[in-house]
């Protein structure tokens, strides 16, 4: 038997998990050392009860996650040197630092993100710039893109959602059950057919919250091909 995804919603946090149901009496939880969280119930449960197991336990489960979290493989800390490469919507551009006296800022230009900061050797400003830098523009264009996606005519019951931007670690979206759609940072690196596949998802989860055969027909219908977008997703941004 396939196994069902689901998640459940823990105060900011989403905690997804595959159900395997099988000869069993009790619901059992494992949390992997790859953060999956298996979920393991009697054939004839029904979901409430395993989903109500699954939000008594989402303190140890996310406490499981943290302790495995610290022995994966990190994607190689950015240094913010001139000639280091950094994504934005799907296109890597060099960095190019200046010492300056007066407001350090960010520009995308000739094909080269500038930096222009008073320390060029402050790893922890220059970050923190790009990062603002990243969330200006990541503003109107997951807005933008938002509400080309939503033009589908699926979507058309759907009062306009509003758009919130969060550092996420694990996740690339995620929505409340307010219908807000909430979209990772990290996106903004990404082309924009991975954009726009990670907000169909999530505008398809407003119709069906959960990873059910129902919320796949229905993500098909509108984007057929999200699949190979999603593996473009997690192969240019692993
Ligand atoms: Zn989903």
Redesign the pocket.
């Known amino acids: 038997m396939t196994p069902e ?1 689901h ?1 459940i919603d823990w105060g900011s946090k989403t905690i ?1 998990f595959s159900l395997h149901r099988a000869d069993r009496k009790r619901v059992a939880i494992e949390v992997n050392p790859d953060l999956s969280v298996l979920v393991r119930a009697p054939a004839s449960a029904d979901l409430q009860p395993v989903l109500a197991v699954v939000r008594k336990k989402a303190k140890w489960i996310l406490k499981q996650q943290r302790y495995f979290e610290q022995f994966l493989p990190r994607s190689p800390e950015r240094t913010y040197v001139s000639g280091e490469s950094h994504l934005y919507m799907g296109r890597h551009y060099r960095l190019k630092v200046h010492a300056v006296d007066d407001e350090p800022r960010v520009r995308l230009h000739g094909g080269y993100i500038h930096i222009y900061c008073a320390d060029p050797a402050d790893r922890a400003s220059k970050h923190e710039l790009v990062e603002n830098w990243y969330r200006d523009h990541a503003a109107p264009v997951f807005s933008q893109r938002l509400a080309q996606c939503l033009d589908h005519r699926v979507f058309r019951k759907l009062s306009s959602p509003q758009v919130q931007i969060r550092k996420m670690k694990r996740r690339w ?2 929505c409340t059950r307010a219908g807000r759609v909430l979209l990772n940072l990290d996106l903004i690196r990404a082309p924009r057919r991975c954009i726009d596949y990670v907000v169909t ?2 505008l ?2 407003l119709l069906v919250p959960e ?1 059910t055969p129902e ?1 796949f027909r229905l993500l098909r219908k509108v984007m057929p091909d999200w699949e190979s977008r999603k593996t473009e997703l997690e192969a240019r941004l692993a």
């Open positions: 995804s998640s997804e979206g995620s998802h999530e398809c989860h990873h919320f």
